[in-house]
Antibody
């Protein structure tokens, strides 16, 4: 059974750097996309970015200038750093595993997040 | 980038059927995946691909797709189905971005 366990600082001051790590237990690290997703209080889900086992990344354009996602395949872990945080970055942050493959016919592709971490509430306050 | 639009809220009587829709251009290329989220919990995958349910998801949940619209149907809604539901797909730009729907609050009466 795959489990994602995440941790990191829950209280930050404005301008500090958010840092979270997600460890993957019980499954292969390769062949998947590993994402960070956040949810501000009372609002919807926002994708932050992803990394694959070889270190290739994709980021949400709205956050790209402040985000770094890295991977440590020796530990089956991936990490998120978000710099220069403000109160607008207050949210529950989730790590998640995504799988993608081609389908026959239209639509052409299947993509989904099958495992999620437990979530970490990060509050930015002075 | 693409957007996925959902109705903010729907209600359904206990045991009846409710359909939640998700609209966006990216759905012409990618199947939507659907997630159930209860208060204080992480989202849970309920439907992916053409109409696939992960292990443990009741068969009253089903999915369909047509053109730029994906639908999640709950047939015989139960009290425990009251939750927020989000659709998701890759962005259609080809840049491997992700987009989530705006979310639908389902209330079971």
């Amino acid at each position: 059974q795959v489990q994602l366990q995440q941790w990191g600082a829950g209280l930050l001051k404005p301008s500090e750097t958010l840092s979270l790590t997600c460890a993957v237990y019980g499954g292969s690290f390769s062949g998947y996309y590993w994402s960070w997703i956040r949810q501000p209080p009372g609002k919807g889900l926002e994708w932050i970015g992803e990394i694959n086992h070889s270190g290739s990344t994709n980021y949400n354009p709205s956050l790209k200038s402040r985000v770094t996602i890295s991977v440590d395949t020796s530990k089956n872990q991936f990490s998120l750093k978000l710099s220069s945080v403000t109160a607008a970055d207050t949210a529950v942050y989730y790590c998640a595993r995504a799988l993608e493959y081609s389908s026959s016919g239209r639509p052409y592709r299947v993509h989904y997040f099958d495992y999620w971490g437990q979530g970490t509430l990060v509050t930015v306050s002075s | 980038s693409s957007e996925l639009t959902q109705d903010p809220a729907v209600s359904v009587a206990l045991g009846q059927t409710v359909r939640i829709t998700c609209q966006g251009d990216s759905l012409r290329s990618y199947y939507a995946s659907w997630y159930q989220q209860k208060p204080g919990q992480a989202p849970v995958l309920v439907i992916y691909g053409k109409n696939n349910r992960p292990s443990g998801i009741p068969d009253r949940f089903s999915g369909s797709s047509s053109g730029n619209t994906a639908s999640l149907t709950i047939t015989g809604a139960q009290a425990e189905d009251e939750a927020d539901y989000y659709c998701n797909s890759r962005d259609s730009s080809g840049n491997h971005l992700e987009v989530f729907g705006t979310g639908t609050k389902v209330t079971v009466l």
